[in-house]
């Protein structure tokens, strides 16, 4: 197994990444960016492959100039950083980044460590959502914009949160008759959380142009509405739900994207020992970090929805930032204002961020109605049943171990999809609050390795 680096190692390359190494290089600095993906621009400017002419604008909408833009910046690093696609990062030990490419084993050390790891999809499982057919709004939006291809020709869109409403105007844009989108959050939180959502008008005036366009093409929005269950032989046909008034529906669809907002992705900062705690809003445990993006551990900072989920242009600021910091730790000179003025743009972000929290809050209280023979483990085919099992007869009342009693995060996701909702279905069994339940530690590796490798001490 090589043993390269020693110096300052992104890993991630998407808005958070890009920008610090952008800020690391123009102070003369050559860190080494890992990414897993072959290109660049993380989940959100996700780039479509090699071969494939799109404009940006059929991908990415009206945030077409930005992904361009970062998408330049990015190719312009390329020569002047250690660039490592398709390069996972799959554990960190001992001020060691271990990653793998191609099969082969390589040892990163690193003095100083930024963490942009993005985020990845949130879930709350229901009956018959392990059907073909049912993809997350992630997954949605990934087939669209880097394949091509849509999930469904009259798909349903699921859950809460503004990427529900992005992605069904996504695949309206792109011609497909959606059939409907339904929320699960009432209205009226939307106008409660008002003051909070006016920090960013532009964000919230372009989120209103998506469901008035989406309602002008006679899609049907539903909000406060409850799902049921997905019908389905051999893939989805239609999609059980009730709406606010109690009454029962059956949308026929032949895909459905779902999804609840947004997790940070935080098993390498776990693995890398930084410390947690519960954020009530998100109803998460997330990385304790300052202002600037150290965590507690000495050398390694978190920036972008790896550490809380403010979205791309935020995720933007807070790379610099943590890049900024990093640079003043090491003793080289930061200008003070730079470093004011990003944590002021961040800060009116951070207070949109608590508003999309009141106005599409987690659905939590669907936790204690899933029927006990609901998958919530896919990987391990676990059920809901299960998990109250172990934490009623078997006295588990704690998430690390219940899944030493039901497996429940044991799979190939090592509970990033399963973990939040495992956590909430076990804490209703159990009548405790969600965070007494815990969090599902991370483990390496955090990421299926191929079996063919070299193998690694």
Same mark, same amino acid.
């Given at each position: 197994m090589a043993v390269t680096g020693g110096g300052v190692v992104i890993v991630g390359a998407g808005p958070a990444g890009i920008r610090a190494a952008e800020r690391l290089v123009a102070a003369g600095i050559r #860190?080494?960016?890992?990414?897993?993906? +072959?290109? !660049? *621009? *993380? %989940?959100?400017?996700?780039r479509q492959p090699e071969g494939f002419r799109r404009p940006p604008e059929a991908l990415y909408g009206a945030e077409a100039p930005k992904a361009r833009a970062l998408h330049e910046a990015a190719q312009a690093l390329h020569a002047r950083? !250690?660039?490592? @696609?398709?390069? /996972?990062?799959?554990?960190?030990? !001992? *001020? &060691?980044? /271990?990653v793998n490419r191609a099969g082969q084993h390589e040892a990163l050390p690193f003095r100083h460590l930024i963490l942009a790891t993005g985020a990845t999809d949130r879930i709350m499982p229901l009956p018959g959502w392990t059907l073909p057919g049912v993809t997350s709004l992630g997954g949605a939006q990934i087939a669209l914009k880097a394949q091509g291809c849509v999930i469904g020709r009259e798909p349903v869109f699921l859950g809460t949160g503004p990427l529900l409403y992005l992605v069904a105007w996504q695949y309206l844009k792109a011609g497909v008759a959606v059939r409907a989108v339904l929320d &699960?959050?009432?209205?009226?939180?939307?106008? /409660?959380?008002? @003051?909070?959502?006016?920090?960013? #008008?532009?964000?919230?005036?372009? *989120?209103?142009?998506?469901?008035?366009?989406? %309602?002008?093409?006679?899609?049907?929005? +539903?909000?406060?509405?409850? @799902?049921?269950?997905?019908?389905?032989?051999?893939?989805? =046909?239609?999609?059980?739900?009730?709406?606010g008034a109690g009454m029962e529906h059956r949308t026929a669809c032949d895909g459905i994207g779902m999804g609840y907002g947004l997790r940070p992705e935080t098993q390498l900062a776990d693995l890398a020992g930084c410390a947690f705690a519960f954020d009530r809003g998100a109803r998460l445990w997330l990385p304790v970090t300052d202002g600037d993006g150290r965590s507690s551990v000495p050398g390694v900072y978190l920036a972008g929805d790896g550490a809380q989920i403010r979205g791309a242009d935020a995720a933007e600021l807070a790379g610099r930032l943590a890049a900024c910091a990093a640079l003043r730790d090491a003793g080289l000179a930061v200008d003070e204002l730079e470093m004011v003025t990003l944590r002021r743009r961040l800060a009116g972000m951070t207070r949109f961020r608590r508003g999309l929290e009141r106005a599409f809050p987690y659905p939590a209280h669907l936790a204690p109605g899933l029927p006990d023979e609901t998958l919530v483990c896919r990987c391990e085919a676990i059920t809901a049943g299960a998990l109250r099992q172990a934490g009623g007869a078997y006295g588990a009342p704690e998430v690390n171990r219940a899944k030493a009693f039901s497996r429940t995060g044991m799979g190939r996701c090592q509970g990033r999809m399963c973990?939040?909702?495992?956590?909430?279905? /076990? +804490? =209703?069994?159990?009548?405790? @609050?969600?965070? %007494?339940?815990?969090r599902l530690r991370g483990a390496a590796p955090v990421k299926p390795l191929p079996l063919a490798t070299e193998a690694a001490p």
């Open positions: #860190p080494t960016v890992v990414e897993e993906s +072959a290109r !660049d *621009g *993380g %989940q959100i400017y996700r950083v !250690d660039w490592r @696609p398709g390069t /996972l990062v799959w554990a960190i030990r !001992d *001020g &060691t980044l /271990l &699960t959050s009432a209205f009226a939180k939307r106008v /409660l959380a008002a @003051p909070w959502l006016a920090a960013r #008008p532009g964000l919230l005036a372009r *989120g209103l142009a998506y469901t008035v366009a989406l %309602q002008r093409a006679g899609v049907r929005i +539903a909000t406060g509405i409850t @799902p049921l269950g997905v019908e389905g032989e051999s893939r989805v =046909a239609a999609l059980r739900w009730r709406d973990g939040p909702a495992a956590a909430e279905v /076990l +804490a =209703a069994a159990c009548g405790i @609050p969600v965070a %007494q339940a815990g």
